[in-house]
Nanobody, 117 residues
Framework: QVQLVESGGGLVQPGGSLRLSCAAS????????MDWYRQAPGKQRELVAA???????IYADSVKGRFTISRDNAKNMVYLQMNSLKPEDTAVYYC???????????WGQGTQVTVSS
């Protein structure tokens, strides 16, 4: 059974930081690409950051220079360090694991991030 469990969300003031974590189980973690998506109320889900099995990283333009994605294959974990948070970063953040070769696509339940004073 595949599980992706996000944690680390919460309420933070503008300019603050949060670190999201995603714990994966039931998959051969090291071969999966891992992504962070977010969905704000009334908006479509959007890709925030992605890291491939080989370590290639991409970011949405809106978070470049502020967010950092990383993975620990030994612990089956992926992280999203979020700095200089803005109110527009408020959303539910989702962890995604995907492997094109096997048509696998898994999602976590999401964690709420609220940036407000």
């Amino acid at each position: 059974q595949v599980q992706l469990v996000e944690s680390g969300g919460g309420l933070v003031q503008p300019g603050g930081s949060l670190r999201l974590s995603c714990a994966a189980s039931g998959i051969i973690f090291s071969i999966y690409a891992m992504d962070w998506y977010r969905q704000a109320p009334g908006k479509q889900r959007e890709l925030v950051a992605a890291i491939t099995s080989g370590g290639t990283i991409i970011y949405a333009d809106s978070v470049k220079g502020r967010f950092t994605i990383s993975r620990d294959n030994a612990k089956n974990m992926v992280y999203l360090q979020m700095n200089s948070l803005k109110p527009e970063d408020t959303a539910v953040y989702y962890c995604n694991a995907h492997l094109k070769a096997w048509a696998h696509d898994y999602w976590g339940q999401g964690t709420q991030v609220t940036v407000s004073s």
